[in-house]
């Protein structure tokens, strides 16, 4: 019989108004771009009114949908409350897990969107890559896609791709918060 000193208590979201477990703990690489993204966060907001928050927060966007963002950016201190975030955020960020991508794309960018999330990024740790989205009523429009290159993909690309590369992510919060791609995969 394994005995268990501590026991962790199964994470999950309710999405349409069904209790959906999430995936087994993230991996490693996960864990460490949302971290990278939520110091990103963290460090430029010092002496702002937003608040960064990483993984492990519920977010009760209405009662049929409550979702664990991998890092969210709240400005409304309304909505922030002892166990919870009760409203929209005005930035979330998910990391893609292969168990996950699906719901992430598809109903909790849908439910994120007509809840009033201003910005959504999702981040893909295989490709190093970000897709920021910009709520336009209600729903949510590709901005721009940001890779994090290797050395050897920078030079298989011709003069005017590569002069085409975007490295800086403009944050729509703040006119000055401009996030380094390389940043958020730094040491993945």
């Not at 996960?30 to 519920?58: E, Q, W, Y």
Request: aromatic share 10%; net charge negative; hydrophobic share 40%.
């Amino acid at each position: 019989m394994e005995e268990l000193s501590y026991k962790e208590e199964p994470w999950m979201e309710k999405i349409g108004g069904k209790i959906v477990m999430m995936s087994p703990r993230p991996f490693v690489k996960h864990t460490m771009i949302a971290t990278n993204i939520s110091r990103i966060f963290g460090n430029f907001l010092v002496g702002k009114p937003c608040i960064v928050f990483g993984d492990g927060v519920d977010v009760h966007l209405d009662e049929k949908n409550t979702f664990v963002p991998d890092v969210m950016i709240v400005c409304n201190h309304d909505i922030i409350h002892d166990d919870a975030i009760y409203g929209a955020p005005d930035l979330v960020v998910e990391v893609l897990s292969p168990s996950t991508m699906l719901r992430d794309r598809t109903v909790k960018m849908r439910t994120y969107a007509a809840a009033g999330v201003r910005e959504y990024w999702i981040v893909t740790p295989g490709t190093k890559s970000v897709e920021v989205y910009l709520n336009q009523d209600g729903t949510f429009e590709l901005n721009d896609v940001y890779v994090d290159y290797t050395e050897l993909e920078l030079q298989a690309l011709d003069d005017d791709e590569r002069a085409a590369v975007k490295w800086k992510i403009k944050v729509s919060l703040y006119d000055d918060l401009l996030v380094d791609v390389k940043e958020i995969f730094d040491k993945v």
